[in-house]
């Protein structure tokens, strides 16, 4: 079956793209069971290692930022002026996101006066004080980007899903590993 | 219809006597400065330093430089008053695993020598009592005056709550939260009169 595929991302975006896939899966995965846990060391070091994936994320972000802003990406398959515009959007408000989530997430815990130690070796430095009221506004900004980054992430799930299986245009395969879309298709 | 009379004046007057003995201060006790003053902790969770503070306590201190056999230090410190990370954290340390406030609500220290050291620096010995456990502790202090001239003395010393029983099952793990527990004490004292 030949189908049309263009031209696909690089090998180094490709790979930063699905790492940030994977480290979000997990962090959003820790974040939403570790709140409701009663307080505990198993609580605490989910905390922790929470922190350290974030922290990952927005270097890996960083990263494909800098990518990102050194070369193009490859062209959208053929689409509608509306979806072309709505998925750049989309991918700007996820850079964004990615980018906000964990410095949120940094500061709400620099509030509460616990500083973060990337991978118990780094120490970042704690940009806000330690303030109650402080926390507490954190603590909800850090839930509301999440949301709003849990919604987009299955807007582009679905939109990505949507053009390999109905339209068919090779957007998705712009994304896959080169070995993976030879086996495929 | 006499004997309540009678009664009643018997029994509040010394109880009266009692209590403005109780109130009256003791003689050359000075006021601690609250506002400017803190007794502070620190300890490591999973690596990392956590602060903490005490918001209410009370001190009774007498200090006189000239006379340490007079001067003395008392502390009673409110451990439900705790001011930690968050008020999940608050609530927990208040319970059976840590302070257990309901039973033990304040903890208490009571100088018994201080030493001169020289260079306005003093050691103070003392009775540290912590839910229910009694041990000796030392406070090395520093004094010094602050643009008000007020003496403000500081001082540390490293704690092992588990001496005291503090963080027990499953938080007696130090790996978790450390043995040692830092405590720094700041102190302002108004000018010697």
Redesign the interface.
């Given at each position: 079956m030949i189908r049309f595929v263009s031209a696909r991302y690089s090998g180094v975006a490709i790979a930063l793209h699905w790492l940030t896939a994977a480290l979000v899966f997990v962090n959003l995965t820790l974040g939403v069971s570790m709140v409701p846990l009663p307080?505990?060391?198993q609580k605490?070091?989910w905390y922790?290692w929470h922190k350290w994936v974030g922290i990952t994320v927005f270097i890996v972000v960083c990263a494909r930022l800098a990518w990102r802003a050194t070369r193009r990406p490859p062209p959208h398959a053929a689409m509608p002026d509306w979806q072309r515009r709505a998925a750049d959007g989309s991918h700007l408000a996820m850079y964004v996101l990615l980018t906000l989530v964990p410095i949120s997430g940094w500061l709400y815990s620099s509030s509460?006066?616990?500083?973060?130690?990337y991978l118990?070796l780094f120490p970042l430095p704690d940009l806000v004080p330690?303030d109650r009221t402080l926390?507490s506004v954190l603590k909800w900004t850090h839930y509301g980007l999440n949301s709003a980054l849990f919604a987009l992430v299955l807007v582009h799930v679905s939109a990505a899903l949507k053009h390999h299986f109905i339209d068919r245009d090779g957007t998705l395969a712009r994304m896959l590993p080169a070995a993976w879309t030879r086996s495929h298709s | 219809m006499k004997l309540p009379l009678l009664r009643l004046p018997s029994l509040a007057v010394p109880l009266l006597l009692a209590a403005v003995t109780l109130a009256a201060p003791v003689a050359g006790a000075q006021d601690v400065l609250v506002d400017k003053s803190e007794i502070r902790f620190v300890a490591k969770q999973l690596g990392v330093n956590v602060e903490g503070r005490f918001r209410k306590w009370k001190a009774n201190v007498v200090f006189l430089p000239a006379d340490l056999g007079k001067s003395k230090a008392e502390f009673d410190i409110d451990l439900a008053s705790i001011d930690l990370a968050s008020e999940d954290s608050e609530r927990e340390i208040r319970g059976g695993l840590w302070f257990d406030t309901g039973k033990f609500p304040v903890a208490h220290f009571s100088s018994t020598a201080i030493k001169d050291l020289g260079g306005d620096k003093y050691e103070i010995a003392g009775a540290l009592t912590l839910k229910g456990v009694k041990r000796d502790i030392v406070v090395p202090i520093a004094l010094k005056k602050d643009a008000a001239g007020n003496r403000v003395a500081e001082g540390s010393f490293t704690l092992m709550r588990l001496d005291y029983n503090i963080g027990t099952g499953m938080w007696s793990d130090t790996k978790t939260v450390t043995n040692d527990v830092i405590v720094r004490v700041r102190i302002v004292l108004p000018p010697a009169a």
């Open positions: 307080l505990s060391p605490l070091q922790m509460t006066g616990i500083q973060v130690v118990g330690k926390a | -």
